[in-house]
């Protein structure tokens, strides 16, 4: 009901204006929670293509996806040097050639084949090992045993 006794019309208008910055609020939060969801702090964004980023749904998510590459890729390879070097080149790359979104949504593909290799080849590797494994058990060699350690190299 109206403080005011201006009459029903007016208390009607005044409500739909309420609903309305309501509604605008709501409808802006929710823009505001959606552009944070990069894999960086979009309140801390610098550049033009973290910006571009920080606005655009589809690129934070993407952003998000290489994130977790980025993390899983770094646990098999550890403190390597040449890793830490692509991502450093890769990233400086983004930052001095990517000013739209055509680009970053390239960049982004990119950069996900990238870390998918690391992966695979991880992944190769254990299939590879596990293979030999089994090779060496069935010759009746003793896990750990040099003669075992020979044969899975």
């Given at each position: 009901m109206c403080a005011f006794r201006l009459g029903a019309r007016f208390c009607r208008l005044s409500t739909m204006h309420s609903i309305k910055s309501a509604i605008?609020?709501?409808?802006?939060?929710?823009?505001a929670s959606t552009s944070s969801a990069a894999s960086f702090d979009c309140a801390k964004a610098s550049s033009i293509s973290e910006n571009i980023i920080c606005m655009d749904p589809e690129l934070s998510q993407k952003d998000d996806e290489l994130g977790y590459l980025f993390t899983k890729a770094k646990s098999l390879v550890g403190n390597?040097?040449?890793?830490?070097?692509?991502?450093v080149d890769a990233w400086r790359w983004r930052e001095a050639n990517c000013a739209d979104r055509t680009c970053l949504i390239r960049w982004y593909a990119d950069r996900k084949v990238y870390f998918q290799n690391i992966l695979l080849q991880q992944s190769n590797r254990q299939s590879g090992l596990e293979i030999k494994i089994e090779k060496c058990t069935k010759l009746g060699l003793v896990p750990g045993s040099r003669?075992?350690?020979?044969?899975?190299k």
């Open positions: 605008f609020f709501c409808i802006l939060i929710g823009v390597d040097s040449e890793f830490r070097k692509n991502n003669d075992f350690n020979e044969c899975i």
